[in-house]
Nanobody, 125 residues
Framework: VQLQACGGGLVQPGGSLRLSCAASGRTVSRDTMGWFRQAPGKEREFVAALFRSGANTYYADSVKGRFTVSRDNAKNTVYLQMNSLKPEDTAVYYC???????????????????WGQGTLVTVSS
């Protein structure tokens, strides 16, 4: 499967962006889909995830209440709506698919089998 992430850009603090992650090669409607980010000089960190085909969502504490992850199975696409953006949200954002991942692993990168190329989000005035 190939994942294509897009939607990043430059936004002012307090602004919003919606990232998209389009999958091709196979359907990901039953996969756990995760969003991670990596800021310069830092390790890649968990942001949000949709667990398998259900509606259960999981978020990092730093984005809870501001970010929303969702999917459109008809489009084989996952989204990350980001509101009230802060300068510390600046990073390259990656989407990932984990067909076999278990719940206890959703916040770890090692559980995901497929990764997109990343899209840069810069929050600055």
């Amino acid at each position: 499967v190939q994942l294509q992430a897009c939607g990043g850009g430059l936004v002012q603090p307090g602004g919003s962006l919606r990232l998209s992650c389009a999958a091709s090669g196979r359907t990901v409607s039953r996969d756990t889909m995760g969003w991670f980010r990596q800021a310069p000089g830092k390790e890649r960190e968990f942001v949000a995830a949709l667990f398998r085909s259900g509606a259960n969502t999981y978020y990092a504490d730093s984005v809870k209440g501001r970010f929303t992850v969702s999917r459109d199975n008809a489009k084989n696409t996952v989204y990350l709506q980001m509101n009230s953006l802060k300068p510390e949200d600046t990073a390259v954002y990656y989407c990932a698919a984990g067909p076999r991942i278990i719940l206890s692993e959703i916040r770890a990168t090692r559980g995901y089998d497929y990764w997109g190329q990343g899209t840069l989000v810069t929050v600055s005035s």
